[in-house]
């Protein structure tokens, strides 16, 4: 009964928190499912206190970066390096499409995924506008973006909260997650623009005028803010790698730098901050904490042991399968019911597969890439992913969802195998 009760309400809750029925928010959908795991006694107040304990820091360093982000496009910063790098393809379409790849790489890995998909993608709409190119053209640059913002999102514990989440559950450490994690970055990245160019080649100009682009200066609103902006973001980058040796959470320094920044924008004309830290996810801290403690009752019933058995099963066979099972596990269970969900619940399992401890971090790293990666095969894969359609939506682009499974399957499937072969060899490498 308990197990029926547990299965029963995480997916009302998944269903609820997807759907999202009147705009129901997230938030108060995953808080009102966690109540009520506790009133049916599937979790206790000590799961709940176990998943603050491993979300707070995900969460909260979630929210700093959004922050940073907004403050960063409401003076030009994102849309001043865009026109950087379509000065930089000269004419050339498929230059453009390259280097504006490459960019969504770097804004996902510095900024997160969200930044990279919902900041940068209507700027690369209004450039594909400003140059005239036909729709299959700016379709294939969209996609791209979207597609990229979460391929691409591994390198950093903080370029993505999946990464966040799973780093602090396993406590890998930031300098030696990088190590690990930006070389097979590169390869998801190489990957990733090698699919998207046969898939959509047919659809980019040969040239593009470029030069009806107005000049990157042009972009920035508040010189001020941009000059001290860089100063920030090194000092937070020096901040990341500090927090290994120091060992404070992440956390601390994106907020510190949010704060700083904030600070530093708040008499800029270019900048209202109402609007800024209104815009912030704020309900992703809620719903972090209400559908992990959801998650946890899968946990209490059984189910993450038995996840675990298949993950050991799996690893009986060697790293590669040990690897390559952990990381089409989190993809597929992202595809169907959210990464943010998957990550916690996979996390779990591999905790209770008792592989030995080299394994169990391999096999943490291979979850980071299935629910980074996975989730490009459907819209509901990412709370991400929705709001992207949304936002293309508004600006009368809309990318139906069979369109986006018969792309996103497509795309993903290399990718995803190319990634998880590259995690393999390179543990092989580094030990």
Request: proline share 4%.
């Amino acid at each position: 009964m308990s197990i029926a009760l547990a299965v029963a309400l995480f997916l009302v809750v998944l269903v609820l928190v997807i759907w999202q029925p009147r705009g129901l928010s997230i938030g108060w959908t995953a808080a009102g499912g966690a109540v009520v795991a506790l009133l049916l006694g599937i979790v206790s107040w000590h799961n709940v206190e176990a998943v603050i304990a491993i979300v707070w820091n995900a969460t909260l360093t979630f929210v700093a970066l959004i922050l940073i982000s907004l403050v960063l496009d409401a003076i030009g910063f994102f849309e001043w390096s865009a026109l950087h790098m379509s000065r930089l393809a000269r004419g050339s379409g498929l230059r453009l499409f390259l280097l504006l790849g490459v960019l969504g790489a770097l804004v996902a890995m510095f900024f997160a995924n969200d930044g990279a998909a919902l900041i940068l993608t209507p700027i690369v709409y209004e450039q594909a506008k400003a140059l005239k190119l036909k729709p299959a053209a700016t379709l294939a640059l969209i996609m791209a973006s979207g597609f990229i913002a979460d391929t691409t999102s591994l390198p950093l514990v903080v370029s993505n909260l999946v990464n966040i989440v799973s780093a602090g559950y396993f406590h890998l450490e930031f300098g030696s997650y990088a190590a690990r994690m930006v070389p097979v970055d590169v390869i998801a990245l190489a990957a990733s623009l090698a699919v998207l160019y046969l898939f959509y080649r047919r659809s980019l100009p040969a040239t593009v005028a470029t030069e009806a682009l107005a000049e990157p200066q042009s972009a920035i609103k508040d010189a001020r803010v941009f000059r001290a902006a860089w100063v920030v973001l090194a000092l937070l980058l020096i901040g990341y790698f500090a927090s290994q040796f120091l060992h404070w959470p992440v956390a601390i320094f994106a907020g510190a730098a949010a704060v700083g920044l904030v600070y530093i924008a708040h008499r800029s004309p270019a900048v209202s901050l109402p609007t800024v830290i209104k815009n912030a996810p704020w309900r992703i801290v809620v719903f972090s904490i209400g559908m992990y403690v959801v998650v946890f009752g899968l946990r209490n019933v059984g189910l993450t042991h038995l996840l675990g058995g298949a993950l050991k099963a799996a690893e009986s066979h060697g790293a590669l399968a040990g690897v390559l099972g952990a990381g089409l596990i989190g993809a597929g269970f992202s595809s169907v019911m959210n990464n943010m969900p998957t990550v916690l619940i996979n996390a779990l399992a591999i905790h209770d597969a008792g592989v030995r401890p080299a394994m169990q971090t391999a096999m943490a790293y291979a979850n980071v890439v299935g629910c980074d990666l996975g989730p490009k095969f459907t819209p509901i894969g990412s709370l991400a992913t929705l709001l992207w359609l949304h936002v293309l939506d508004r600006r009368g682009m809309r990318i139906t969802w069979g369109y986006y499974m018969r792309v996103g399957i497509t795309l993903t499937i290399p990718v995803l195998l190319a990634t998880l072969a590259t995690l393999w060899a390179w543990s092989l490498v580094i030990g």
